[in-house]
């Protein structure tokens, strides 16, 4: 059995975990997985498929690695490269294009065909808008040191619904359908029975709620998980994590995820139409608990409280239904008088520690935050909110909330002059 299999044999098996190879581990492995279709277990996957033409990608990588990418195709084949499918537009799947292009300039052959759904376009008409929000995103969530690209290589051949992509004898089928993005497609390639799932299937929860992205669509996802289930594919390939091998597993996978997310869906939407506000949507809505415990379905990188965010996003808009929260007095004067009421900053410090202590970290983190605003210079001040949300992060399971928190323990750390331990946690 090769590596990728045995790996995902383990995973499925339960005798590896998600928890400890998590779905963004870049191994670096490709293997030739179906007859002519090869996999490449990276930060975000690609597959390359010879045919007659030459070769087809889905997906091409990263920004943050291009020319190791390229090397990785190279490993495989020297072909040239006739076409590129996205499976959608964020960068570490969209991002490796340019040596892909250049390769075929300085190789003096035709400029391989991108294919991507229309609103591709726009996404990257957007990341140039806001080159410097989304390197914020990207060192926060990835790590990532390098600067975000400004320059992208947009698809020449866009489509709304549905494209097939023919380059020899092979077909590859796209399907748009809304989810993580509103751009993404899930390709079929029907002679090999390998399913590329983009983002719809990431080997954990969803990501159907990241609080530093735009609009996702939890219910269209579900559909498409569905469709997906549908085609009688053998292989799924996955837009992060570990391939999964075999019909019945690749269905139940999918079918799984599908009513994980239309079960959050329907409890977010009943409370909606009860007249329930953001809070107790919030509070209330939790995955099946059959479902929250297969080994695909860990929130490891998203959470669905967050997902429960987007559904009321999307169905409602912004306002949580608070009229205070409608026109807000500016948070730093909220927390000074509340500072006040308290009798000062200092009694909000010592509620917040002994709250830690007590294990209530969500109202420690409340705590500490009105008196870090009414308090922004104070070193004991960022001295506690330095270990308290050390320790929030600590309890973190999910990529989002453990890089969010770490973040916020690191930048009051570095206010008081205090140095924190090195977790060696990297997702
Ligand atoms: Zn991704």
Not at 246 to 260: C, F, K, P, S, W
Not at 302 to 317: H, K, M, Q
């Amino acid at each position: 059995m090769t590596a990728i299999r045995e790996t995902a044999e383990k995973l499925w098996r339960g005798e590896l975990t998600t928890r400890e190879q998590h779905p963004f581990t870049a191994t670096g492995e490709l293997e030739e997985i179906a007859p002519k279709v090869a996999f490449c277990r990276w930060l975000a996957n690609f597959a390359v498929c010879k045919t007659d033409e030459g070769l087809v990608l889905i997906d091409c990588g990263s920004y943050l690695n291009q020319e190791e990418t390229l090397a990785k195709v190279r490993s495989y084949s020297s072909a040239r490269v006739h076409t590129v499918i996205y499976t959608h537009g964020h960068l570490d799947h969209a991002g490796g294009m340019g040596p892909v292009a250049a390769e075929a300039g300085r190789n003096r052959v035709a400029r391989p065909r991108v294919v991507g759904h229309r609103a591709i376009a726009e996404r990257f008409d957007r990341y140039k808008r806001a080159p410097q929000y989304h390197w914020r995103v990207d060192a926060l969530v990835f790590g990532a040191e390098a600067a975000f690209p400004t320059d992208f290589v947009y698809p020449d051949t866009y489509f709304d619904h549905q494209l097939n992509v023919v380059a020899g004898a092979e077909k590859f089928q796209c399907h748009h359908a809304r989810g993580e993005t509103e751009d993404h497609c899930w390709v079929y390639i029907p002679s090999a029975k390998v399913l590329c799932t983009g983002d719809f299937f990431i080997w954990a929860a969803p990501a159907a709620g990241h609080p530093l992205k735009t609009q996702r669509y939890a219910r269209d996802w579900a559909e498409a998980l569905r469709a997906m289930a549908k085609t009688g594919a053998e292989i799924l390939l996955p837009g992060h994590g570990s391939p999964i091998f075999g019909a019945i597993r690749v269905r139940q996978a999918l079918n799984d995820t599908a009513e994980y997310l239309s079960k959050i869906h329907d409890q977010a939407l009943e409370l909606i139409n009860q007249g329930a506000a953001l809070d107790e949507v919030l509070h209330s809505v939790k995955p099946p608990a059959a479902l929250a415990d297969k080994p695909y379905l860990a929130p490891l990188f998203d959470e669905p409280e967050f997902t429960a965010r987007n559904l009321w996003r999307v169905n409602c808009g912004w306002y949580d239904g608070v009229p205070a929260h409608l026109k807000p007095a500016p948070q730093a004067e909220q927390a000074r008088e509340i500072a006040q009421l308290a009798g000062g900053f200092e009694r909000l410090v010592e509620r917040a520690l002994a709250k830690m202590e007590e294990g209530a970290l969500a109202m420690a983190c409340h705590l500490i935050e009105w008196a870090a605003m009414a308090a922004p210079e104070d070193a004991s001040v960022h001295a506690a909110r330095a270990r308290i949300y050390a320790a929030r992060a600590a309890q973190s399971e999910s990529t989002l909330s453990y890089r969010i928190f770490n973040a916020a323990a690191h930048e009051s750390a570095v206010r008081a002059g205090l140095t924190l331990p090195q977790s060696g946690r990297r997702f």
